[in-house]
């Protein structure tokens, strides 16, 4: 969880310091330096959120957001309720621990008549 961390906060001070160099002085060599900088990375923190077993399909989109999209999925996954969800999009969160989490018998089948 560390390198997500350092990755996010990375994405999002690179960001900051782009465009504050856009609004002000406009250098060349701040751009050429951060710009690959905050491309990489932006795509380290989606690929470490993506490599996650326990990340549901809402953390990995919010990990998408450019600056923010981090810290955001860093904040999902410290969530209680999103720990929940990951559990039941993997099958393990129902209460027979089968596939489909809320069902807790099967369906009867109706008797064929012979």
Known sequence: MRP??????VELV???????NLATVHWRAVASL???THGCAYLLVIILIARRPETT??????AVLPGIGGLLALRR???PHTA??????AG??????GDQPGHDH???????AS
């Open 92 to 97: 393990r969160g129902g209460p027979n621990g």
């Open 57 to 62: 399909t809402g953390t990995r989109a919010t």
């Open 84 to 89: 929940r969800a990951a559990q039941k999009q």
């Open 4 to 9: 997500l961390r350092i990755a996010a906060a």
């Open 106 to 112: 099967e369906r009867p089948q109706p008797s064929r």
């Open 34 to 36: 951060i710009g690959p």
């Open 14 to 20: 690179s960001l900051l310091v782009l465009l504050i």
């Open 77 to 79: 996954l410290a969530s």
